[in-house]
């Protein structure tokens, strides 16, 4: 009838949320007609979506890190990557053989929440430098199992493994590090001289957590003797007393002079 009115929809995104909007043109111009807000929504468990690519991986970690249900590959993925396996097939050279300092995926904000699966391809020329918490995953509430990760550099300010920085509540299984052209996970010279935690697979390890058949094959170097009160170890750096790490080995050398190994 005459009362019908042309009504254009526009959505953006404010915060994680989305503002779906309609507009109706009145005297010439668009003037908003109803606004909606759409708080963010909670994806369902993707199952298992593919890791293929070193630009796979960086896509990954930089949904991780932002932070809110995601789009990975064309699927929608819950916050953190909660129940969704993301499985490595093929060995990724990092930065695609270039170097870089990478960030870990997860951090204080935003934890990996998701299954990792390396599958047993290698990640290679695995480098980081001057991070708080370092590693290939920075703070972790999920699992990661079948990683080999070669290991070139690795100095940290706070705390990190080559494989996961924090682990909380969370299950690190069958993973190996080997060692580079250099293959050193290391505090090196910082700042911060607070409680230093450095373990060649994972830095902190607590709330029930289980680390299980893990190897070890960077060297760990502790390389200034003021960090006395560092906690340093061949598969952690530190670990709650209910958290469990076991058949695990460490083939690295620990150089330090902390008080704690």
């Not at 779906?20 to 003037?31: F, I, M, Q, T, V």
């Not at 630009?55 to 930089?62: A, E, G, K, P, Y």
């Not at 129940?83 to 093929?90: E, L, Q």
């Amino acid at each position: 009838g005459s009362n019908l009115q042309t009504v254009t929809l526009a959505a953006n995104r404010t915060g994680g949320n989305i503002i779906l909007a309609a507009y109706k043109n009145e005297g010439g111009r668009d003037s908003v007609y109803h606004r909606i807000t759409l708080v963010q929504a909670v994806a369902a468990p993707a199952g298992e979506l593919t890791v293929t690519s070193y630009s796979d991986l960086d896509s990954l970690r930089r949904c991780i890190n932002r932070g809110g249900a995601f789009m990975y590959k064309g699927t929608a993925v819950p916050a953190g990557g909660a129940g969704t396996t993301f499985k490595v097939t093929a060995d990724l050279p990092m930065g695609g053989g270039t170097s870089v300092n990478w960030e870990p995926i997860g951090n204080e904000e935003n934890c990996f929440k998701g299954i990792f699966d390396g599958d047993g391809h290698t990640i290679s020329n695995f480098k980081q430098w001057t991070r708080e918490y370092f590693g290939l995953f920075g703070t972790v509430r999920g699992t990661i199992k079948n990683v080999v990760l070669e290991v070139e550099t690795i100095s940290a300010c706070k705390s990190g493994g080559a494989i996961c920085g924090f682990l909380y509540g969370g299950t690190i299984s069958n993973c190996r590090t080997l060692q580079g052209t250099d293959g050193m996970v290391s505090m090196g010279y910082t700042s911060y001289n607070g409680d230093h935690r450095v373990g060649g697979i994972v830095g902190y390890i607590s709330e029930s957590s289980r680390v299980t058949k893990c190897t070890n094959g960077a060297r760990i170097e502790g390389l200034n003797s003021n960090y006395n009160y560092s906690r340093m170890g061949g598969i952690a750096g530190s670990a709650s007393s209910n958290s469990v790490i076991d058949s695990c080995v460490n083939a690295g050398d620990i150089i330090t002079s902390s008080k704690y190994i």
